[in-house]
């Protein structure tokens, strides 16, 4: 992984584990640079089955 800003990516990192943790329930972190993650929670969108949990 590239970084120019490391205290920022650490930071935000920080907060999507605070954000799962914390809401876990109700929202679902990918990365956006997983073409097949992606297209999963597309297929969510449009009202597919989602695969995981």
Do not use: K
Not at 14 to 21: C, G, M, Q, W
Not at 25 to 35: G, K, T, Y
């Amino acid at each position: 992984m590239t970084e120019v800003d490391r205290p920022l990516r650490v930071g935000n990192q920080a907060r999507l584990r605070e954000l799962v943790r914390e809401h876990g329930d109700e929202v679902r972190v990918f990365s956006a640079h997983d073409p097949w993650a992606f297209a999963e929670v597309a297929g969510l969108a449009r009202g597919g089955v989602p695969s995981m949990p």
